[in-house]
Every structure is written in structure tokens, then in C-alpha cells.
């Protein structure tokens, strides 16, 4: 009698064992597909929780930037980075990440971040691209210049110059940094559809991988 109550416990913690990690693959399995790239293991590298991001916060496919606010090639490609986003309205999102490779990137990046706290990250991002010449010139570089220019944002600048000091930003571009490495990014800009590169650089080979990864994303 004491044996069948033994068998009948072990049967029962066996039976609520199995059903446990049953549990467990069908909420692994729901993720995977509610979260597609970013469930997979190596996501965070490309896609870290602080991020800037835009576009449909469910979009299935991630257009993934390394840009620098200083590089010329950087802001001549945002329009077509726009464009991309808007022909496929929706269906991706961009995901900004920094390569600070010149010598004036990691104050404009900070200024970035900082802009971001008062709500005027795109803005901002958009504006340096536009004043990049004149700020960022190779031959004369005027870093200072950047805090004009936000300032005609309604950005409050004396905010933003303390909120630059904030050590998460520092920390912030150090993992930026760590990340780039790792990746193997070594100019700007470079980017990422759901963690795979393009087979070129330009905007047809980046288009044609945005629509590759849309169609895998629907036969999922």
C-alpha cells in the first residue's frame, strides 16, 4: 500500500513536470513568434533597450542603423532611410545605433541622447544631419555650433548640457562601442535587417533584404 502511494507521487510530480516545460515550450514558441528577431539569442546585440527607435513598435522587421552624426555618407543616406520607412509604412522599424568614428561624434551623440530626454530626439538627429556642413566640417570642425542650432528646437540648452554629463550616456556609447566591434562595423553608415546585412551598400540591396525578411516574416 505504502509503495502504490510512492508510485502515485513520483507519477503525479512526474505528470506536473511534464506539463510544466510543455508550458514552458509553448510560451517559448508564443514569443518567438509575437517577437521574431529580437526572441532570438544573439537580438540584443543589434536591438538594446535603449535604442532610439521609429515606426511601428510591432513591426516584425528591424532596419537596424550604425550611424555617426558627424559622417558625411550618414546624412546623405537619411533621406533614403526615410523613404524606406515610408514605403513600407508599417512593416519596419528603424533602430538607430552609434558608431562615433570622428572626432567631435561622442559630444554629438551625447547631445543626441540629451535632446532625447526632452522629447526632441528626431528633431535633433534630423538638424545635425541638415547643419552637418557647417558644425562637422572636416576642415574646420565647430562642435559648439550644435548647441545653436538645438537651441532653435525649444530645446533648453542648459538642461542639455547637464543632462549630457549624465554617466548612462557614457555608459550608453561604451556599449555602443563594444557592440560595433563585435559586429564587425567599421564605417558609417552600416546596416542591418533582423541582424543579417545586405549583400552590397546602397538602397536597392537594402531594399530588396527588408523585402526578403517581410516575406519570411508573413510565411511565419
Given at each position: 500500500m505504502e509503495k502504490n502511494k510512492i508510485y502515485l507521487h513520483v507519477g503525479s510530480i512526474a505528470f506536473f513536470v511534464a506539463c510544466f516545460l510543455l508550458g514552458v515550450k509553448f510560451y517559448q514558441d508564443s514569443q518567438k513568434k509575437s517577437f521574431g528577431f529580437l526572441a532570438k539569442e544573439n537580438g540584443e546585440i543589434f536591438v538594446r533597450d535603449y535604442s532610439p527607435r521609429l515606426g511601428n513598435p510591432d513591426a516584425k522587421v528591424f532596419l537596424i542603423e550604425f550611424l555617426d552624426p558627424e559622417c558625411?555618407?550618414?546624412?546623405?543616406?537619411?533621406?533614403?532611410?526615410?523613404?524606406?520607412?515610408?514605403?513600407?509604412?508599417?512593416?519596419?522599424?528603424?533602430?538607430?545605433?552609434?558608431?562615433?568614428?570622428?572626432?567631435?561624434s561622442k559630444e554629438a551623440i551625447a547631445a543626441l541622447e540629451a535632446s532625447r530626454k526632452q522629447g526632441k530626439y528626431w528633431e535633433a538627429l534630423e538638424l545635425l544631419f541638415e547643419k552637418q556642413p557647417i558644425w562637422g566640417s572636416h576642415h574646420h570642425p565647430q562642435i559648439h555650433l550644435i548647441y545653436d542650432f538645438l537651441g532653435s528646437l525649444g530645446i533648453d540648452i542648459s538642461r542639455l548640457k547637464r543632462d549630457m554629463k549624465d554617466p548612462q550616456i557614457e555608459s550608453l556609447i561604451n556599449q555602443e562601442v563594444i557592440d560595433l566591434k563585435q559586429l564587425g562595423v567599421r564605417a558609417t553608415p552600416t546596416?542591418?535587417?533582423?541582424?543579417?546585412?545586405?549583400?552590397?551598400?546602397?538602397?536597392?540591396?537594402l531594399k530588396e533584404l527588408i523585402e526578403q525578411e517581410l516575406k519570411e516574416a508573413k510565411e511565419d
Open positions: 558625411e555618407s550618414c546624412r546623405t543616406f537619411y533621406p533614403y532611410v526615410k523613404g524606406l520607412l515610408k514605403e513600407f509604412e508599417g512593416k519596419v522599424q528603424l533602430v538607430v545605433r552609434y558608431a562615433p568614428f570622428h572626432g567631435n546596416f542591418f535587417v533582423n541582424g543579417k546585412r545586405p549583400a552590397g551598400f546602397g538602397y536597392g540591396y
